[in-house]
């Protein structure tokens, strides 16, 4: 007898979903790594195959390997060859699109926005101008309705768009966050900028119809509530965000609850948990199957993502065994639902989303018999009494131990994956979310209680300003722990990250005390290296030329957490230098200093502002009523309270005029670095000195693509 294939052969029939999961990324390992591979794909599995052959067996190989291998290698070829014929190329188009987002709200409630920022739609017809005939087409795109439009598109809305078709192409600066990659996970390859719209035929499916109810009960909610309370509800209830203001959804992140307004598993549990009060005279078998349909068509309402089609495969599975007393193994349902969701989009499992919701949940089931065991030590000693602690003593402390225990175990598994995508560590996120869940449920007892009463006119909206002072402790209390403490970090390799995560479930599944604490020990070496090595690194200059503007330079300094930005010339530049710096760990900017207050300098001024935690603005010469974007930049920075005297110097930049152009001269922490801006007869050129010697000279053409290079203690490095 073999051991090792009797072992793997036991855990294959105890846990095929999770073999099935395996199967599945170990087909889309290639596509992960090289997502422009082609044909090539269909090799990879072959040799984890073979070894999956030898330790299951043929029959357990074919049932529960080779079938979601083939199903997926089938999902991956739809994939890579999705049979669209847009347009490679930037090019103005029209197009005939049928609006396939969730997201969208068709004008109900009327307070929310028309649009979120990216609509996902199918493209039914193209045409170049109006004077070529329509061609049938097929492929999916991003739509970018600009605000002013006022046209409110909804669910299955047939569309006629004009405006600009263009590529996705990978960000130019290194590290950022790459929107084609996350479009790509969704099968679109393509945005379209729209410049005019018109609805052609409403749609008037059934999601559709969940949709304006959607809209209506939104309308009656908010009706008593403030603007705020009213995008938080959206959010919360249904996964709505586009009416949250940036500021809000900044407090969510930095206190580590940003999942309270993604409808997940949370939301799914906490609804499907009032149902079940209501319908708790029903007999038993009744209540469970009573349960199921209007938890379908809630998850259906908030647009069935990732995480609600998770929850709710798992719901139903546990909802339909317990209905007719089977059991499970909640680790195979898990599975199962992930199964599902990558077999329908093989690249699900890159979307940040997918990670959350299945590796936290993952961690809750592994750390259920670790807490139970805790829960055990915790009540030994009462054995040894005459006088048990009471029924509230005994359920109270099980329940802080298994929301404690729970909280921290989940913090920890989304801690690998934070610091591998964003860099950011909340060590307050346990205390914020302990005390955020109480308030998300009551939110949604008294919602589940004004649907019942929907029926009776203007109870909706009584019931919403009752949740009004709810909401603001709900936006209260992420609001405080932001401000309490936060950082971001340079980003953790992916395969730390992966490590990480394998020594948790290794403290979890051990019950050994010498591995446990060895393993212990390592998480804790590992989570100090995530946060206190990239503080180790030596300060860094990071400079983006190109683009027909001016020169963005940004320095950083990783051990002090500060930087020193000169120029933000656009949008652009200012959204990729707020990543650069939060990647590098800089969360507050000494100082942005432009070096004109023409629009090539600081077009990008005002936007930086509000991404950024920037103590100062200065400008090289006075700003006038003319330079609108400098203008706006000191009317905005006078607004947060920045020193705006005007004749106060620079306290990091010395402006000096030279006969061929112009310096900047560094002060502390920067000492002895210059930059000279030279005009030749070759056009103007940046030159770098470092204690009065030349260390590069940079051209600085109009017609230059845009370029990022790097400079580590000043020794060149090209990216």
Same mark, same amino acid.
Request: charged share 15%; hydrophobic share 50%.
């Given at each position: 007898?073999?051991?090792?294939?009797?072992?793997?052969?036991?855990?294959?029939?105890?846990?095929?979903?999770?073999?099935?999961?395996?199967?599945?990324?170990?087909?889309?390992?290639?596509?992960?790594?090289?997502?422009?591979?082609?044909?090539?794909?269909?090799?990879?599995?072959?040799?984890?195959?073979?070894?999956?052959? !030898?330790?299951? &067996?043929?029959? *357990?190989?074919?049932? %529960?390997?080779? @079938?979601?291998? +083939?199903?997926?290698? =089938? /999902?991956? $070829?739809?994939?890579?060859?999705?049979?669209?014929?847009?347009?490679?190329?930037?090019?103005?188009?029209?197009?005939?699109?049928?609006?396939?987002?969730?997201?969208?709200?068709?004008?109900?409630?009327?307070?929310?926005?028309?649009?979120?920022?990216?609509?996902?739609?199918?493209?039914?017809?193209?045409?170049?101008?109006?004077?070529?005939?329509?061609?049938?087409?097929?492929?999916?795109?991003?739509?970018?309705?600009?605000?002013?439009?006022?046209?409110?598109?909804?669910?299955?809305?047939?569309?006629?768009?004009?405006?600009?078709?263009?590529?996705?192409?990978?960000?130019?600066?290194?590290?950022?966050?790459?929107?084609?990659?996350?479009? !790509?996970?969704? &099968?679109?390859? *393509?945005?379209?900028? %729209?410049?005019? @719209?018109?609805? +052609?035929?409403?749609? =008037? /499916?059934? $999601?559709?119809?969940?949709?304006?109810?959607?809209?209506?009960?939104?309308?009656?909610?908010?009706?008593?509530?403030?603007?705020?309370?009213?995008?938080?509800?959206?959010?919360?209830?249904?996964?709505?965000?586009?009416?949250?203001?940036?500021?809000?959804?900044?407090?969510?992140?930095?206190?580590?609850?940003?999942?309270?307004?993604?409808?997940?598993?949370?939301?799914?549990?906490?609804?499907?948990?009032?149902?079940?009060?209501?319908?708790?005279?029903?007999?038993?078998?009744?209540?469970?199957?009573?349960?199921?349909?209007?938890?379908?068509?809630?998850?259906?309402?908030?647009?069935?993502?990732?995480?609600?089609?998770?929850?709710?495969?798992?719901?139903?599975?546990?909802?339909?065994?317990?209905?007719?007393?089977?059991?499970?193994?909640?680790?195979?349902?898990?599975?199962?639902?992930?199964?599902?969701?990558?077999?329908?989009?093989?690249?699900?499992?890159?979307?940040?989303?997918?990670?959350?919701?299945?590796?936290?949940?993952?961690?809750?089931?592994?750390?259920?018999?670790?807490?139970?065991?805790?829960?055990?030590?915790?009540?030994?000693?009462?054995?040894?009494?005459?006088?048990?602690?009471?029924?509230?003593?005994?359920?109270?402390?099980?329940?802080?131990?298994?929301?404690?225990?729970?909280?921290?175990?989940?913090?920890?598994?989304?801690?690998?994956?934070?610091?591998?995508?964003?860099?950011?560590?909340?060590?307050?996120?346990?205390?914020?979310?302990?005390?955020?869940?109480?308030?998300?449920?009551?939110?949604?007892?008294?919602?589940?209680?004004?649907?019942?009463?929907?029926?009776?006119?203007?109870?909706?909206?009584?019931?919403?300003?009752?949740?009004?002072?709810?909401?603001?402790?709900?936006?209260?209390?992420?609001?405080?722990?932001?401000?309490?403490?936060?950082?971001?970090?340079?980003?953790?390799?992916?395969?730390?990250?992966?490590?990480?995560?394998?020594?948790?479930?290794?403290?979890?599944?051990?019950?050994?005390?010498?591995?446990?604490?060895?393993?212990?020990?390592?998480?804790?070496?590992?989570?100090?290296?995530?946060?206190?090595?990239?503080?180790?690194?030596?300060?860094?200059?990071?400079?983006?030329?190109?683009?027909?503007?001016?020169?963005?330079?940004?320095?950083?300094?990783?051990?002090?957490?500060?930087?020193?930005?000169?120029?933000?010339?656009?949008?652009?530049?200012?959204?990729?230098?707020?990543?650069?710096?939060?990647?590098?760990?800089?969360?507050?900017?000494?100082?942005?200093?432009?070096?004109?207050?023409?629009?090539?300098?600081?077009?990008?001024?005002?936007?930086?502002?509000?991404?950024?935690?920037?103590?100062?603005?200065?400008?090289?010469?006075?700003?006038?009523?003319?330079?609108?974007?400098?203008?706006?930049?000191?009317?905005?920075?006078?607004?947060?309270?920045?020193?705006?005297?005007?004749?106060?110097?620079?306290?990091?930049?010395?402006?000096?005029?030279?006969?061929?152009?112009?310096?900047?001269?560094?002060?502390?922490?920067?000492?002895?670095?210059?930059?000279?801006?030279?005009?030749?007869?070759?056009?103007?050129?940046?030159?770098?000195?470092?204690?009065?010697?030349?260390?590069?000279?940079?051209?600085?053409?109009?017609?230059?693509?845009?370029?990022?290079?790097?400079?580590?203690?000043?020794?060149?490095?090209?990216?």
């Amino acid at each position: 007898m073999n051991p090792p294939r009797t072992a793997c052969g036991r855990f294959a029939d105890s846990f095929p979903c999770v073999v099935a999961v395996i199967a599945i990324l170990n087909a889309d390992i290639l596509p992960f790594l090289l997502p422009e591979a082609s044909g090539c794909f269909f090799l990879a599995p072959l040799p984890l195959t073979f070894v999956a052959w !030898r330790l299951l &067996g043929s029959a *357990r190989c074919l049932r %529960v390997w080779m @079938l979601p291998t +083939l199903l997926a290698l =089938s /999902s991956l $070829l739809l994939f890579h060859n999705p049979h669209t014929d847009l347009p490679a190329r930037r090019t103005g188009a029209e197009l005939r699109v049928k609006a396939t987002d969730s997201s969208l709200c068709g004008g109900s409630p009327s307070w929310m926005p028309n649009a979120p920022g990216n609509v996902l739609a199918e493209v039914e017809a193209f045409r170049y101008t109006p004077a070529d005939i329509w061609r049938p087409l097929s492929g999916t795109v991003f739509l970018r309705i600009p605000s002013f439009l006022n046209v409110s598109p909804g669910y299955g809305d047939t569309l006629h768009v004009s405006g600009i078709l263009e590529p996705l192409l990978p960000p130019s600066a290194p590290g950022v966050f790459d929107f084609s990659a996350y479009a !790509r996970a969704k &099968g679109v390859k *393509r945005v379209f900028e %729209v410049r005019e @719209l018109t609805v +052609l035929q409403r749609g =008037s /499916s059934f $999601l559709r119809r969940v949709y304006d109810v959607r809209g209506i009960i939104l309308e009656s909610l908010g009706a008593k509530l403030t603007e705020e309370n009213r995008a938080v509800a959206a959010a919360l209830l249904f996964g709505m965000k586009q009416g949250v203001s940036a500021d809000i959804r900044t407090d969510f992140l930095r206190s580590g609850t940003i999942h309270v307004l993604c409808v997940s598993g949370l939301h799914i549990a906490l609804f499907a948990m009032v149902l079940m009060l209501i319908l708790r005279p029903f007999p038993f078998t009744l209540r469970w199957l009573l349960v199921l349909p209007p938890v379908l068509i809630y998850a259906l309402s908030t647009g069935m993502q990732g995480p609600a089609f998770r929850a709710y495969v798992m719901f139903a599975v546990f909802a339909l065994l317990k209905a007719f007393h089977y059991r499970t193994r909640p680790m195979n349902t898990l599975a199962f639902a992930a199964v599902l969701l990558m077999i329908g989009n093989p690249y699900a499992p890159l979307e940040l989303g997918f990670q959350y919701s299945f590796l936290c949940v993952m961690f809750l089931i592994l750390c259920g018999p670790y807490l139970k065991q805790i829960s055990s030590l915790a009540w030994a000693p009462w054995r040894f009494r005459l006088h048990s602690p009471g029924w509230f003593h005994i359920h109270a402390l099980n329940f802080l131990i298994f929301s404690a225990g729970a909280s921290f175990a989940a913090y920890l598994a989304s801690f690998a994956v934070s610091m591998c995508h964003q860099g950011l560590f909340t060590p307050w996120a346990v205390f914020s979310y302990l005390l955020v869940s109480p308030v998300a449920w009551l939110c949604f007892v008294l919602f589940a209680a004004g649907l019942c009463a929907s029926w009776i006119p203007g109870a909706l909206s009584l019931i919403g300003a009752a949740m009004s002072p709810l909401l603001d402790l709900l936006r209260g209390i992420p609001a405080f722990f932001a401000e309490t403490g936060y950082f971001y970090t340079q980003t953790t390799p992916w395969w730390a990250a992966l490590l990480f995560l394998i020594l948790f479930a290794l403290l979890l599944l051990n019950r050994k005390p010498k591995v446990e604490l060895a393993v212990l020990i390592g998480l804790a070496l590992l989570a100090g290296a995530f946060l206190l090595f990239p503080r180790m690194r030596p300060d860094e200059l990071i400079i983006r030329r190109g683009g027909g503007v001016r020169p963005m330079l940004l320095f950083t300094s990783p051990s002090g957490g500060h930087a020193l930005v000169i120029n933000m010339p656009d949008y652009e530049a200012a959204r990729d230098a707020a990543a650069l710096l939060r990647m590098q760990g800089s969360t507050t900017v000494s100082e942005l200093y432009c070096d004109s207050p023409r629009r090539e300098s600081c077009g990008g001024a005002l936007p930086f502002l509000n991404m950024t935690d920037t103590r100062s603005l200065h400008f090289a010469a006075p700003v006038r009523l003319n330079t609108v974007y400098a203008y706006r930049a000191r009317k905005r920075a006078q607004m947060l309270g920045l020193p705006m005297e005007k004749n106060q110097p620079s306290a990091f930049v010395k402006y000096r005029k030279n006969p061929d152009g112009f310096s900047l001269i560094l002060n502390p922490p920067w000492t002895g670095i210059v930059l000279r801006f030279r005009n030749g007869a070759d056009g103007e050129r940046l030159e770098l000195y470092r204690n009065g010697v030349l260390q590069k000279s940079f051209p600085l053409g109009p017609d230059r693509e845009i370029q990022y290079e790097k400079f580590t203690e000043l020794s060149h490095k090209n990216l």
